[in-house]
């Protein structure tokens, strides 16, 4: 029997994973993913199935009951949207939300402090209404922590009613000098649940339970292993180094000053002297000292780019020493390192916080008249910036709505600005030893970044693929000192926003005359998203009905090829790149694993045509890789987003096999597998009819120049192969050298066949995609690293 429902209320779709409704459709369900989202199509449009809210339908009474999808491990299957919130076209309520916990443990924290006043004998200046205001503030702060934490809103609201709450509960708190500060965060963030509010947001809160594998669910047994073996075989013997020690350096600092502030404690008068927590605050305000200046480092890309190029350009014996050096700096971890060093920064300044709280009420006199009141107001000043930074940080912000990660992160300046007076007579005596060290750093990267942006580049033609755009640069304008497999880039378009970037991953070759990006349009029902702008902007400099342009002529500003300004007298775009990626890392290994999934798959698509296009064409003897395995995750659904990938694919074998049959030797010392794994496949998936291609440009994307004076060619086309992708069969079907798989890869067995293959050689395995899938990776790679057999798989990974 067919789960049917009833619409409501309408739903806009954001993106091609949603499915708009609006009262008086009948929708069939086809799954749930115990979040409150649905998926289903519309009875009478049976080819457009997706995602809607919940609470927008109502259940026939006499369909069966809805069924949660599990995988083999019996967790649950994340088959809605993205594992995080996906109907609002904003996310500033989740920023408030996200915010407010933190505020609300503020509270509780500001709140305990008066019962350590009490408990220590009752400091000087606590009275009645301190304690009321302070057990107020714990009790608020509990209740609003579990509120947030349990969030829901399924309807939109224009009233702020959430906000008008907040406001109430934080007066109280003003009452008492301990949550005073706390108090007033939670009124900046009522602010921001107010512009929620006044956007009419609708989102249901993120899951928390563990998201399936992105295998198939079998694997191998796990070896025992030592320590020392483990982190060998792990690859991660560079990492725990540098963890140890930063670890040891923040511990050597923290009980350092702790010792001497105990020291000079105990030589205070008795009668004008700081109680013991002066020390620890002190202690805690050394390491935020060290890491305060240590967390721009990693955020510097070009510096760190301008290592990875030093250490991946060639075989030379200088670079192979950098790369052993490097080993123990893990730039493949700098935004992973970022993050643990602002969660220190966090912890760090809380405690550093309450222990200057408790001092001040066992010892106000001193603290006042040694400190005064500067340390305190900038203090304060520097938990405003802390929260609206921190607060857009987590991935339910940052991964769908950027602008506010990024906007909000520029709280950096008033952050670095405060702290360096924060101190006794408005001067922090310690932190600038750190940060005149990195600042200039910091300052040099942005300096760059800036000019690099305002580089001018050349547009040299678009590609309108309906939901794909392609733009193509002049290379010589836009990276003029060559760019890596893989890297990325971020874009600008002032005709659409002069202040906005957006990250996208360069899918040609660093050989290729073209720097090209794949670019997929979201939200091209309302146009709201910045990726339909630019598809109309884009519209606007082709010729009507046309689906591609080509700018061939010369330009006076670049003196070379392209189009650089558009009619409203604008540059047409600015680039600002390359930045490092792991991809880059495949010129180090005689063998190389390289996977993509979702978006991933424009790295791979750079690396594939790097090597076969041309290290493979026109090395003699050895290339780095002389044996590339491909493989590519991608969900049934986004297939018709990937046409141009079929076609960059039909390119690359072609030319394999043209080398193969050119040079017999080729085929004997180089190895070239391209695996595709579709995942999410229907049941009783339809026999796909070959679609009559009216505008060969449109539906596949331009070819490649080569591809017209190709001797030999692989033995498929390209709608054979959309064909197949289309209904794969559940054993796996090979086309030449591709290999077409229904499902999510088995790694066990890809893994041990490479491992059978080379044994004794270090591997490369570069990963850009779903951390999921990366989890999978880092396992495959220690399961089949082995010190006694001399094989290690080495993992570079970046998360999309």
Known sequence: MKLLADVTQSFQAHDDHELTIKPGDVVEIERQDGRGWWEGRIQGAPYKCGFFPSDFVALRSDTQSLRIEQDAGGALEVVGP??????????????????????????????????YWLAAGGAPLFKFIDLVVDIYAIVIGTGITIYEARWTRRSPTNFPWRSIIYTVLAVPTVFSITTLVPGVMLVLTAAAHMHS??????????????????????????????????IRED??????????????????????????????????????????????????????DFNCALILLPVCRTFIRYLYDLSTQSQTRSQRILRRVLAFIPLDKALEFHKMVAWLVLFAGVMHTLAHLVNYGLSPDYTWQFYGIWPWTTGV????????????????????????????????????????????????????KGLIIT??????????????????????????MGNVIALAFDRKSAFPNGYKEGQYLFLNAPHISVGEWHPFTISSAPQEQDVTVHIRVLGQEDG??????????????MPARASFASFVNNNDLTRGRGKVVGPDGRKLFRVYGPHSA??????????????????????????????????????????YPDHAYFYFVVAYKELDSFRWFIRMLKSVDDEAHN?????????RTKTFEFHIFVTSVPANCPAPKPTAVVDDDKFWGPRNLDDNVMRVRAPWDEMQMLMLLKCPPKATTVLGNIHVHNGRPNWDEHFETVATRHAANDIGVAYCGNPFIAKDLRLQCARYSSINSKTFFRLHKENF
Not at 97 to 112: D, E, F, K, R, Y
Not at 235 to 251: D, H, K, P, R, T
């Open 582 to 623: 792991p991809t880059q890392h495949v010129s180090e290994y005689l063998i190389a694993m390289v996977i993509g999934a979702g978006i991933g798959v424009t790295p791979v698509c750079a690396t594939v045509k790097s090597i076969v296009h041309y290290r493979w064409k026109f090395s003699i003897g050895r290339s």
């Open 659 to 667: 080398l193969w049959a050119a040079n017999p030797e080729i085929a």
């Open 82 to 115: 993205a594992a995080e919130l996906r109907n609002s076209q904003t996310r500033f309520g989740m920023w408030a939300s996200n915010m407010t916990v933190g505020c609300s443990l503020s509270l509780i924290g500001a709140g305990t402090v008066a019962f």
């Open 381 to 432: 000043g520097i938990f405003i910036c802390m929260m609206f930074m921190y607060g857009a940080a987590p991935a339910n912000v940052k991964n769908h709505h950027f602008e506010i990660f990024w906007y909000s992160h520029h709280f950096f300046i008033g952050f670095f600005v405060l702290l360096i007076p924060h101190g006794r007579g408005g001067f922090n005596r310690n932190v600038w």
């Open 197 to 230: 509010s006044l956007k009419s947001e609708v989102f249901v809160q993120e899951s928390r339970k563990k998201p399936a594998s992105a295998s198939d669910g079998t694997s191998g047994k796990k070896r025992s292993r030592g320590f020392l073996t483990k």
């Open 439 to 464: 600042v200039p750093i910091y300052i040099l990267e942005r300096i760059y970044r800036a000019s690099s942006a305002y580089r001018t580049v050349a547009l040299t033609s678009i590609t309108n």
């Open 528 to 541: 709201s998203s910045w990726t339909a702008r630019l598809a109309d902007y884009c519209s606007m400099l």
């Open 235 to 288: 690859n991660q013997v560079g990492e725990f180094v540098w963890l140890l020690l930063w670890i040891g350096a923040n511990a050597a600092i923290f009980f350092y000053v702790l010792f001497v502030w105990f020291q000079a404690i105990d030589a205070m008068p008795a009668n004008f002297a700081a109680s013991q927590f002066v020390a620890w605050a002190k202690a805690w305000g050394g390491v935020l």
